[in-house]
């Protein structure tokens, strides 16, 4: 067994369960390394040692009394600074939330808490989720621990990083456009977009509310079924979560065995990707072949509309999400306005970093008057159109494979345009556009020894079978279990 | 033309309550320019009885029964405040 | 040149519910503040809004109970502005797809004299939406204090079209539309409460003039009498601008109850664009036939309604209808008391109500629920006057006593010796024949067929018998003489 803080949730639930340790050693290792590496690695925004301790006392009091909550029960969890915590700070990575200390849990909060997780610190992201590489975060720019120069990815940059790092034994993140699954192929870790609907969003810091979701990151697609399991579930504060029978996914992996129909789009194999990148993926293709599936080529044909269309549906609802922060009820009040509205300007103006404010601009652009129905209204009407190309599809296929990420990761500072930046998640936002689920899993490395992910995309809430799909290739190979030299 | 040429940012920054400066809107005015030629593509797209999509996963009538449940302790509420007195939130003088 | 003027009202009222629109904290008044709050109303970062159920069901009934179209479908959306009171800085509101669309409120115009039934007409809606109050503002000398306990009360927004003509029509709108949501449940309608708020667009035009001139919009109309008396002076303002040569602005106006003026409010820098788009976080609603036919069921019959049956099944005048209707429980009261004193005695039964009731809560301050008289004392009085056994005078005194202690009139009657002594016939029978004799105008007048001349009659039979006689014996022996002469 690898060392306690690189070390899978199965497995440190089997040694829980036996006795091998305990939820207060599992949880000081994990302390030990992040005060080991965190001063390279930049993942947290901040951690409460104290109150991490206290719950794994908890963990392992309860396991004394025979009254273990499951595979979770003692397991260090990072959370990704957008996801509330009860009496720890929420950020969302912004000068705004820089002193805001949430009175609330999350649902998803709440969810870990039944099953026993240590709630571990708060990570990391680009200002509310804005962004592909964590730069925009305005308290620090986290590094990928394959590569200090290069950047984790983004939003979810602080939780793949710690993870990755051996800071955390599970993270969660969320993802917008891509902000776990390509953060999770950035740092060859394993990355969960759920379907839309199937993780309650409340308590998340809401980007684009008809595309958020939280979803895990962990060490193997087992443990992504252990996190989803404790998270998932209708939740009647949110109104947009769905009412379906939570299946099994973990045993899932076990009897669900295909062989499947895997479809290959053929858009997302073209201009701008990766030739090393294209080759692990084909490799994983062939492994998926090998195994006996049936490999189809399927055509996503309003896939290069997915970026426009989503860079207007999410700023629209983004520059509305955000008109919360005014430095009225909480958050950064400017010390020098004059009035009322002066507030609101100098406030929003001192509290908001660059890309913030260039995503509510556009999306205020897209919705002010006269521009509706040629920006939003159409958007709405081509998300419908890239929804039915995966459905059609799914009349063919089991799961679809696809890269993650056009290229490895990148060095800081390299995309200082914003739109080579948005370009970034052209694999993954089609996913969130059709409220599909995705997940990322390691799938090689590149001659300089960055990892890179494949992205399998699933059928709507058929989650235990892309699970299962995604086990099969994570199972038989070992690149998620490498860990980088920090 | 091209919708965005008159991308007025005094208009929109105004509406969104964001003081910018004038390197910020010469900066973005440009940058946002460039997003919206690439939005520009959808204009190609024959969205002819195409319903738009508003929910990934529309479900009617979600709602819960009026029960009331207790809220927020003053101070719970006001602990994030930048100003408060009486109990309330400080804002400057609103003349309506 | 001739004037009229043209007025569309837009009515907030607050739906009274236990919870709040999109959060399940507790709604009300009075509380201190910020203690009516949870992460929801205050929109901390993270927060989701759900649909509080009691609330489409009100906005349902509303809508039936004012003959609108319920929308088999409809949505929210996010109406965008920046205000201190309003903590997302976004409404949730109803723009394209209300709940309820047309609709009318019937109104009584006044009549040409207080005890005359007025003219009834239909003032059409345009629509009624459902969205979310605000918090509370109190402006301080130097800076302003927000309470958030109101905010994302459920909110109803009823639209007129403008069709309204006058101050008095605007009037008997909003008393009509606030009985019908006081009759639905649906609202207590208090306006000193917010409970009820009306804003008020007016223009005038030359008569004749098709098209419409240019509104004002006068705001902070706290009374229904200030609704009337501001609209009225609205329109009294724009005529002497205009025939003084001046040009009515688009604006809106503030005005002042208490003086009797208005002001223009610092009109907006900029015209409003609230980039209203579907709000993402909330799913449409869908209501079906067995929705509405459910709420159907659960609605009250309207005053104007029960005025007219009222009028029929009991044969009262308007100087009653018109005042026990518009208040659903007088109203269930009179219905009680009348159908315990039986058949014909629906109109003393109302005038005891109306003058003495009514005069006797007034002086106490108590409402009709605390009323220590119920309805079966006031139909056992009634029948105890009918029978002879209590007279007039006397029983005035009975109900007195009756509202200050809750006895039954008849204990009071035998605990204060107040019963009617029977009347020798003999003498009564006398007392008739002078009269008749003594009034041979009357008499002639009454076997004409002036059915009320007989009352001339009767004043000196009661003079002669010092107000003792029983005004029934009275009326059954003068005519049985008058019928034999």
Same mark, same amino acid.
Request: aromatic content about 12%; glycine content about 6%.
């Given at each position: 067994m690898p060392p306690l803080h690189f070390s899978t949730i199965a497995e440190l639930s089997d040694a829980l369960a036996a006795g091998k340790t305990t939820s207060v050693d599992l949880t000081r290792a994990v302390i030990a390394r992040t005060q080991a590496v965190e001063e390279r690695?930049?993942?947290?925004n901040s951690y409460d040692t104290a109150d991490a301790l206290a719950q794994a006392a908890a963990s392992d009091a309860r396991r004394a009394a025979g009254l273990s909550l499951g595979p979770l029960d003692g397991i260090p969890v990072g959370i990704k600074d957008v996801i509330a915590v009860t009496g720890q700070p929420l950020t969302a990575s912004s000068k705004m939330l820089a002193n805001f200390v949430s009175p609330y849990d999350a649902t998803v909060t709440e969810k870990l808490r039944k099953a026993g997780a240590v709630i571990w610190g708060r990570l990391n992201l680009d200002e509310f989720a804005m962004?592909?590489?964590?730069?925009?975060s305005a308290f620090h720019t986290t590094r990928?621990?394959?590569?200090?120069?290069r950047v984790p990815g983004g939003s979810s940059g602080g939780s793949a990083a710690a993870l990755a790092a051996g800071e955390a034994i599970a993270t969660l993140g969320s993802d917008t456009g891509g902000s776990i699954r390509q953060p999770a192929a950035l740092c060859n870790v394993v990355g969960l977009k759920p379907?839309?609907?199937?993780?309650?969003?409340?308590g998340l810091i809401a980007f684009a509310s008809s595309l958020d979701q939280i979803g895990p990151f962990t060490r193997s697609v087992e443990d992504a079924a252990i996190t989803l399991q404790a998270i998932a579930g209708h939740d009647e504060?949110?109104?947009?979560?769905v009412r379906i029978e939570i299946p099994d996914y973990r045993a899932a992996l076990r009897t669900k065995k295909g062989p499947w129909r895997i479809g290959i789009p053929r858009?997302?194999?073209?201009?701008?990707?990766d030739p090393e990148v294209a080759a692990a993926v084909e490799k994983a293709v062939s492994f998926y072949e090998k195994m006996g599936c049936e490999i189809k080529n399927v055509s996503l044909?309003?896939?290069?509309y997915g970026v426009g269309v989503y860079y207007i549906i999410a700023t629209a609802e983004c520059s509305s999400n955000l008109?919360?922060?005014?430095?009225?009820?909480?958050g950064h009040r400017s010390?020098?306005?004059?009035?009322i509205v002066d507030l609101y300007f100098k406030s929003r103006a001192e509290g908001f970093g660059p890309e913030v404010k260039r995503r509510i601009i556009l999306g205020t652009y897209v919705l002010s008057s006269g521009y509706y129905d040629a920006y939003y209204l159409r958007a709405q009407k081509v998300r419908t159109l890239i929804r039915q190309d995966f459905l059609n599809a799914y009349d063919e296929v089991d799961a679809i494979l696809t890269p993650?990420?056009?290229?490895p990761a990148f060095k800081?500072?390299?995309?200082?345009d914003p739109l080579a930046m948005y370009l970034c998640d052209v694999y993954t936002i089609g996913v969130n556009l059709a409220g599909l689920p995705g997940i990322s899993v390691p799938c090689g490395f590149s001659s300089g020894g960055l990892p890179i992910g494949m992205q399998l995309i699933g059928q709507p809430f058929k989650e235990a079978d892309l699970l299962a799909i995604a086990h099969a290739y994570d199972s038989a190979h070992d690149w998620s279990r490498r860990t980088p030299n920090l | 033309m091209s919708a965005h040429d008159d991308l007025n940012i005094d208009r929109i920054a105004n509406l969104a309550r964001l003081a910018l400066t004038p390197e910020e809107k010469v900066k973005f005015s440009a940058q946002l320019a460039d997003v919206l030629t690439n939005i520009e593509?959808?204009?190609?797209?024959?969205?002819?009885g195409v319903e738009p999509t508003a929910h990934a996963f529309p479900i009617y009538n979600v709602w819960a029964d009026d029960v009331a449940t207790p809220g927020l302790s003053v101070e719970a509420a006001l602990r994030n405040a930048p100003e408060k007195r009486d109990n309330m939130i400080v804002v400057p003088k609103v003349v309506e | 040149m001739k004037y009229e003027a043209v007025i569309g009202l837009e009515v907030h009222v607050q739906i009274k519910t236990r919870s709040k629109m999109f959060t399940r904290v507790a709604a009300g008044y009075g509380?201190?503040?910020?203690?009516?709050?949870d992460p929801v109303v205050l929109a901390l970062p993270g927060v989701l809004p759900v649909m509080n159920k009691a609330a489409l069901d009100a906005i349902i009934k509303a809508g039936l109970l004012l003959g609108c179209d319920i929308a088999p479908v409809c949505k929210w959306d996010r109406k965008n502005y920046f205000y201190p009171d309003s903590p997302k800085n976004y409404q949730i509101s109803q723009y394209d797809q209300p709940i309820c669309l047309n609709g009318s409120v019937e109104i009584e115009l006044p009549g040409r004299a207080r005890n005359i039934q007025g003219e009834h007409k239909k003032i059409a809606l345009t629509r009624i939406h459902l969205e979310e109050d605000v918090g509370k503002l109190n402006h301080e000398a130097f800076d302003s204090l927000v309470d #958030?306990?109101?905010?994302g009360t459920p909110l109803m927004e009823i639209v007129s079209e403008p069709v309204i003509k006058s101050a008095e029509e605007a009037y008997a709108y909003l008393t009509s539309l606030r009985a019908t949501m006081i009759y639905g449940g649906?609202?207590?309608?208090d306006m000193e409460k917010g409970q009820l708020r009306c804003d008020a667009n007016i223009s005038i035009r030359p008569v004749g003039e098709t098209r419409l001139g240019t509104k004002v919009e006068l705001k902070n109309l706290n009374s229904i009498s200030f609704v009337r008396d501001g609209i009225a002076h609205e329109i009294k303002r724009q005529i002497a601008v205009v025939e003084s040569g001046g040009v009515i602005v688009q604006e809106t106006r503030d005005y002042d109850g208490m003086t009797g003026t208005s002001q223009s409010l610092r009109s907006k820098e900029m015209a409003h664009?609230?980039? #209203?788009?579907?709000?993402?976080?909330l799913m449409p609603v869908k209501v079906d036939e067995a929705w509405k036919a459910r709420i159907h069921a659960e609605c009250p019959e309207l005053p104007f309604a029960k005025q007219t049956r009222f009028q029929g099944d009991?044969?009262?005048?308007y100087t009653l209808t018109s005042v026990l209707v518009w208040d659903q429980a007088l109203a269930d009261y009179f219905e009680e008391a009348a159908k315990l004193a039986g058949p014909g005695k629906a109109q003393a039964v109302g005038n005891w109500i109306v003058n003495d009731l009514q005069r006797e809560l007034g002086a106490a301050n108590l409402d009709l629920a605390d009323a220590r008289v119920r309805p079966a004392h006031i139909a056992e009085l009634v029948k105890l006057i009918d029978a002879g056994t209590l007279l007039s005078n006397a029983a005035k005194e009975v109900f007195v006593e009756m509202a200050a202690t809750g006895e039954p009139p008849a204990a009071i009657v035998a605990k204060r010796g107040l019963a009617a002594a029977p009347t020798d016939t003999a003498e009564l029978e006398q007392w008739c024949r002078d009269a008749i004799a003594a009034n041979a105008k009357s008499v002639a007048e009454f076997q004409a067929?002036?059915?009320?001349?007989i009352n001339g009659l009767k004043g000196p039979i009661m003079k002669a018998s010092k107000g003792k006689a029983n005004p029934k014996l009275v009326d059954e022996t003068l005519r049985r003489l008058l019928a034999g002469a």
């Open positions: 690695v930049k993942a947290f962004g592909s590489s964590t730069e925009n990928n621990p394959y590569d200090l120069e379907t839309y609907g199937l993780v309650s969003r409340y504060r949110d109104s947009t979560s858009e997302y194999f073209g201009e701008g990707l044909p309003h896939t290069e008109s919360r922060y005014d430095g009225v009820r909480y010390a020098d306005a004059k009035d993650t990420s056009p290229t800081r500072g390299a995309k200082a | 593509k959808l204009k190609q797209v024959d969205v002819t | 509380h201190p503040a910020n203690t009516l709050t #958030y306990n109101r905010a649906i609202s207590d309608c664009d609230y980039r #209203y788009f579907p709000d993402p976080d009991y044969s009262l005048p067929g002036k059915e009320s001349a």
